[in-house]
């Protein structure tokens, strides 16, 4: 995207001594051009903030800042920024276009709706702003709409991309996924088409199962989109699910490398590995994450180990440098580290360990973990209880958490404790599997086989395409001795086994720009 013919050099060849405000911004603002129309957007974010900071009423610099923050894949901070040219110029076509389109990405249709009208006031024949009308139909359900808006475009461009694939789309919502595959791969050619129609395409053959086309579409999208991670998540996730468990396992190290301190990543590679993977890493790949990983992943992996019961890989991970003392770890990874040993039975050790932790900071989650198993074991079960209760106080979506601290009421013989904590845990957090399970199988050696049943159906309510919670289904269904319950979880697990999809967490948004999930 190029800005205007400013040459980098140009801009900062300006002079410097500027004293008015007015002075600054335009300096700032024909840097940033600058910058921008050279593709170093990070540098004209820089400068064009310096420009707004200057002076904030200059729509054309908020209209420049925009443009960088989409860009630099800011999606939030475009919003703002082209909401503030809309309060200096109301009929910037350009801001309201942009700001139709964000808003229906995180989920405002109002907003969205209203920004669309008011381009179309100005213009009725901008095919941009009839999409968004055509998309908030889509997500309303209303198919007639959709269509009605998918044909206004294709009679204003009959060659229209965007107006194809939203009638492609409007066809997949009343069922006819088909019909909606022809019409794009009629009406666009390969060569021509955009990430709108492979986005498309790849949602309409996840639905119809086909996983190879799948697979071959994300790959075209990744060619175009090679840093975003949940489509290398989302692939992850195909692959395993279709058997190709060494392209998995690759992709998700290249991930794992290449974003080595994204936590929300480094936690989505773990959870898929632990529902699909025992050997997620090659000890080549151990050895590498020991000797350069960082701490984040570090921390990832050894918590992974831990619990596919490796707590001696965990440990070699995370064991201190001797020369560096306790500066060679952070507490994290040192309480970690503890947590380890005490898996392999070094309750002193881990002891210890955890003490000096706790000593400078009473509030670290896996130290407390480590000492309220250790007082849980050698039942002091006050001690037990005062650290798990803050770990849960703390840390309420600590899964190990939840269960330690229902584990501790029960040795308390305190069952009615034990049983509230874990409804309360499932109630948290329904698309834990670790949860879930535990709490099945507590409630089937109770006695209880119709909540244990309940429990593990929620959990596929929540989590359809999860194979490992139909699995849970099953063995609840079959200790229970519920033949129709089991004949379902057999045919929900050979489903889910074809449903080529990550399950959303309840209330997030997914957004992949205008076309999304179908």
């Given at each position: 995207m190029r800005m205007n013919g400013w040459s980098v050099g140009a801009a900062l060849l300006l002079a410097t001594?500027?004293?008015?405000?007015?002075?600054?911004?335009?300096?700032?603002?024909?840097?940033?051009?600058?910058?921008?129309?050279?593709?170093d957007f990070e540098a004209a974010r820089k400068a064009i903030l310096r420009a707004v900071a200057a002076r904030d009423d200059q729509p054309d610099q908020w209209l420049l800042l925009g443009r960088v923050?989409?860009?630099?894949?800011?999606?939030?901070?475009?919003?703002?920024?082209?909401?503030?040219?809309?309060?200096?110029?109301?009929?910037?076509?350009?801001?309201?276009?942009?700001?139709?389109?964000?808003?229906?990405?995180?989920?405002?249709?109002?907003?969205a709706a209203s920004a669309a009208d008011r381009v179309l006031a100005l213009d009725p024949s901008a095919t941009r702003a009839i999409l968004v009308k055509g998309l908030i139909a889509l997500s309303r359900k209303d198919v007639a709409g959709a269509t009605s808006a998918a044909e206004t475009i294709l009679k204003l461009k009959p060659q229209d991309e965007f107006g194809i694939v939203l009638k492609a789309r409007a066809l997949a919502l009343g069922k006819d996924y088909q019909g909606a595959v022809k019409i794009i791969e009629d009406g666009v050619p390969e060569g021509q088409r955009t990430e709108a129609s492979f986005a498309t395409l790849s949602e309409l053959y996840r639905v119809l199962g086909n996983q190879e086309r799948l697979v071959g579409n994300i790959d075209k999208?990744?060619?175009?989109?090679?840093?975003?991670?949940?489509?290398?998540?989302?692939?992850?996730?195909?692959?395993?699910?279709?058997?190709?468990t060494s392209r998995a396992r690759s992709t998700l190290y290249g991930l794992l490398v290449s974003q080595p301190d994204n936590i929300e990543v480094i936690?989505?590679?773990?959870?898929?590995?632990?529902?699909?993977?025992?050997?997620a890493l090659t000890p080549a790949q151990l050895k590498d994450v020991t000797a350069h990983g960082s701490e984040t992943v570090k921390l990832a992996v050894a918590r992974y180990l831990i619990d596919r019961g490796r707590p001696d890989a965990a440990a070699q991970i995370l064991r201190p440098d001797s020369n560096a003392g306790d500066n060679g770890l952070s507490a994290d990874a040192r309480a970690l580290y503890a947590t380890a040993l005490y898996k392999q039975g070094n309750a002193d050790a881990a002891k210890s360990i955890a003490d000096e932790i706790l000593s400078k900071d009473q509030n670290n989650i896996d130290a407390l973990m480590v000492r309220a198993r250790i007082a849980l074991q050698k039942q002091d079960l006050t001690?037990?209880?005062?650290?798990?209760?803050?770990?849960?106080?703390?840390?309420?979506?600590?899964?190990?958490?939840?269960?330690?601290?229902?584990?501790?009421?029960?040795?308390?013989?305190?069952?009615?404790?034990?049983?509230?904590?874990?409804?309360?845990?499932?109630?948290?957090?329904?698309?834990?599997?670790?949860?879930?399970?535990?709490?099945?199988?507590?409630?089937?050696?109770?006695?209880?086989?119709?909540?244990?049943?309940?429990?593990?159906?929620?959990?596929?309510?929540?989590?359809?395409?999860?194979?490992?919670?139909?699995?849970?289904?099953?063995?609840?269904?079959?200790?229970?001795?519920?033949?129709?319950?089991?004949?379902?979880?057999?045919?929900?697990?050979?489903?889910?086994?074809?449903?080529?999809?990550?399950?959303?967490?309840?209330?997030?948004?997914?957004?992949?720009?205008?076309?999304?999930?179908?």
């Amino acid at each position: 995207m190029r800005m205007n013919g400013w040459s980098v050099g140009a801009a900062l060849l300006l002079a410097t001594a500027c004293s008015s405000p007015q002075e600054k911004a335009e300096q700032a603002a024909a840097s940033a051009n600058a910058l921008a129309a050279a593709g170093d957007f990070e540098a004209a974010r820089k400068a064009i903030l310096r420009a707004v900071a200057a002076r904030d009423d200059q729509p054309d610099q908020w209209l420049l800042l925009g443009r960088v923050d989409l860009e630099t894949g800011r999606p939030a901070d475009a919003l703002l920024a082209y909401s503030r040219v809309l309060e200096l110029d109301a009929t910037n076509i350009e801001a309201l276009q942009l700001v139709a389109e964000l808003s229906f990405q995180f989920g405002e249709m109002r907003e969205a709706a209203s920004a669309a009208d008011r381009v179309l006031a100005l213009d009725p024949s901008a095919t941009r702003a009839i999409l968004v009308k055509g998309l908030i139909a889509l997500s309303r359900k209303d198919v007639a709409g959709a269509t009605s808006a998918a044909e206004t475009i294709l009679k204003l461009k009959p060659q229209d991309e965007f107006g194809i694939v939203l009638k492609a789309r409007a066809l997949a919502l009343g069922k006819d996924y088909q019909g909606a595959v022809k019409i794009i791969e009629d009406g666009v050619p390969e060569g021509q088409r955009t990430e709108a129609s492979f986005a498309t395409l790849s949602e309409l053959y996840r639905v119809l199962g086909n996983q190879e086309r799948l697979v071959g579409n994300i790959d075209k999208l990744l060619a175009r989109r090679p840093k975003d991670a949940d489509l290398k998540l989302d692939l992850a996730e195909i692959l395993y699910k279709s058997g190709n468990t060494s392209r998995a396992r690759s992709t998700l190290y290249g991930l794992l490398v290449s974003q080595p301190d994204n936590i929300e990543v480094i936690q989505k590679i773990s959870e898929l590995w632990t529902q699909n993977d025992a050997s997620a890493l090659t000890p080549a790949q151990l050895k590498d994450v020991t000797a350069h990983g960082s701490e984040t992943v570090k921390l990832a992996v050894a918590r992974y180990l831990i619990d596919r019961g490796r707590p001696d890989a965990a440990a070699q991970i995370l064991r201190p440098d001797s020369n560096a003392g306790d500066n060679g770890l952070s507490a994290d990874a040192r309480a970690l580290y503890a947590t380890a040993l005490y898996k392999q039975g070094n309750a002193d050790a881990a002891k210890s360990i955890a003490d000096e932790i706790l000593s400078k900071d009473q509030n670290n989650i896996d130290a407390l973990m480590v000492r309220a198993r250790i007082a849980l074991q050698k039942q002091d079960l006050t001690a037990a209880l005062n650290d798990a209760q803050i770990v849960v106080r703390d840390f309420p979506m600590s899964e190990q958490g939840r269960i330690l601290l229902a584990d501790i009421y029960l040795a308390r013989k305190d069952p009615q404790r034990a049983r509230q904590t874990y409804e309360d845990a499932v109630g948290d957090n329904p698309q834990s599997i670790l949860i879930s399970r535990t709490y099945a199988q507590y409630l089937l050696k109770t006695g209880d086989a119709a909540r244990a049943t309940d429990v593990a159906r929620t959990f596929t309510r929540k989590s359809p395409s999860s194979v490992a919670g139909w699995d849970l289904l099953a063995r609840t269904c079959q200790q229970a001795a519920n033949s129709s319950c089991l004949a379902q979880a057999q045919a929900g697990r050979d489903k889910a086994a074809s449903v080529y999809t990550v399950d959303d967490r309840p209330g997030s948004l997914r957004s992949r720009g205008l076309f999304g999930r179908l």
